[in-house]
């Protein structure tokens, strides 16, 4: 049976679909994170350069992936708002940012944990480090160019513009360790043409895909039910947002 994707480019029925799919994702989520916290510290084994410091790379690489993998889905939303007039898409950039911010954030404190004992300092203007920075300046701008425009499709415009322009900062993040002599370790991970290759141990990294997809689940469940709030927020004058509520009453 073939499924009709379009009609739920529509906030009216995305809203209940989003209801019905979040706790799954919430569910699994919780699950994934649970079996991946446990194999960061009893089964992956201790690094032997590191030691057990070396664990909180099963948080800081998932939240880095999450940063700019989010900007990059909130970027893409914003330009599907500005080229084809969809509510929804603006309201799912919206929903991303604060996911999307929070993960930068994590990223930023998790590396200055790791960074002191590895490097003897919390921070240093390294290429990647700083434009990991400015990658949370991107996120808090988006979010308060919108706050700070009354009109919501004034503010989508504005804030998606913003997020097209800060795209550029992604393949900087990702290279910056290959363009530049940065005190900032290269990647353990590497994507060619013939898969996966790792300089971890098997167990290392299936631990951090575990890690990395509790992350992506998360994700999705936190922005699902955020953008319903904002479809109530933005529809709130529709006739079946008013017909919705006071069957809830």
């Known amino acids: 049976m073939a499924i009709n994707w379009f009609k739920y480019s529509s906030p009216a029925t995305f809203y209940p679909l989003a209801g019905r799919i979040s ?110 920075l400015i990658l949370l300046f991107l996120y808090i701008g988006f979010m308060a160019l919108e706050s700070a425009i009354d009109d919501p499709r004034r503010a989508a415009r504005a804030s998606g513009l913003l997020a097209l322009v800060g795209v550029v900062n992604i393949p900087i993040i990702y290279y910056s360790v290959q363009w530049w002599n940065t005190l900032h370790q290269g990647s353990s991970i590497k994507f060619d043409g013939g898969g996966v290759q790792s300089s971890m141990t098997d167990i290392m990294l299936w631990t951090l895909l575990i890690m990395a997809l509790a992350c992506w689940l998360y994700t999705i469940a936190v922005v699902l039910t955020r953008v319903r709030s904002i479809i109530l927020e933005r529809e709130s004058g529709s006739v079946w947002v008013k017909e919705m509520l006071q069957e809830k009453k």
């Open 23 to 132: 706790p799954w994702f919430a569910g699994a989520a919780a699950i994934l994170l649970v079996v991946g916290l446990y194999m960061s510290f009893f089964v992956a084994p201790t690094d032997y350069k590191q030691g057990e410091g070396y664990r909180i790379i099963f948080i800081h690489v998932p939240a880095a992936w999450m940063s700019m993998v989010i900007y990059l889905v909130m970027a893409g939303w914003a330009a599907a708002g500005m080229i084809w007039r969809t509510r929804l898409s603006s309201m799912m950039a919206t929903a991303l940012a604060p996911t999307g911010a929070m993960f930068t954030f994590l990223a930023l404190w998790t590396g200055a944990l790791w960074g002191k004992p590895m490097w003897g300092t919390w921070w240093v203007w390294d290429a990647r480090l700083t434009s990991e």
